[in-house]
């Protein structure tokens, strides 16, 4: 059973596209947070979010607490947001992973 | 600017061999933990420490073992390296308060022959 599922997995969109990625989670949380991870590279935050929205640049993050679901918006999608995107909830005292989404953005 | 560093970055060993994946960090964070990641897995938790002296095992801690001895360093050592442990390895500090800021290291590759 995983604690926080994403989807889809797997994604290709065309440059310029407007992509969303989603999570979902069984638990009660703290903060949910959104990381990336380009190819053969560390791992970096992108957003903590406890209620509502934050955006940052192209991309947007929301998170519904009554439903436990969270989505990754990138407007004007790039090459260079090519990633790996993990969605990661804290609970208060532990994390739990998604497995991540890996997105490729083709010229 | 504060950071956390992990090395080696990539390494290669042969089954049975000991080895030992360094991280240090200069948040001054108490907490500090390494994960491990595998494709088709999320990032899974191998051991954390709340901090020094204290280190505590997590949901794929067999075959790993850690120590704290200050507040920099959580060195992860791979005690019988095994073909199973071929993964990319992940330290972090931080994940406490509310919003349980996690900083990453670059990560470290290893592969086990």
């Known amino acids: 059973k995983n604690e926080v599922e994403q989807s889809p997995q797997n994604l290709t969109a065309q440059e310029g596209e407007f992509i969303t990625i989603n999570c979902s989670y069984s638990?009660?949380?703290?903060?949910l947070h959104w990381l990336q991870q380009h190819p053969g590279g560390g791992i970096v935050s992108l957003f903590m979010l406890s209620s509502g929205k934050k955006k940052h640049g192209r991309l947007i993050a929301t998170i519904n607490i009554q439903e436990k679901h969270s989505s990754l918006h990138i407007t004007a999608s790039h090459p260079r947001d090519s990633a790996v995107y993990i969605c990661a909830v804290y609970t208060g005292n532990q994390f739990y992973f998604g497995t991540g989404t890996s997105l490729t953005v083709i010229p | 600017d504060a950071e956390i560093t992990q090395s080696p970055r990539h390494k290669i060993t042969e089954t049975g061999r000991q080895v030992t994946l360094a991280c240090h960090q200069t948040w001054n964070h108490n907490n500090m933990f390494w994960y491990r990641q595998d494709l088709g897995h999320g990032l899974r938790l191998i051991h954390y420490s709340y901090g020094v002296q204290d280190t505590n095992k997590g949901e794929v801690s067999d075959g790993y073992s850690v120590s704290r001895s200050n507040t920099e360093d959580l060195p992860l050592t791979l005690e019988s390296a095994a073909s199973s442990q071929t993964s990319v390895y992940f330290c972090a500090s931080g994940g406490t308060g509310n919003t349980g800021e996690l900083f990453f290291g670059e990560g470290s590759r290893l592969t086990v022959l």
């Open positions: 638990v009660g949380i703290s903060a």
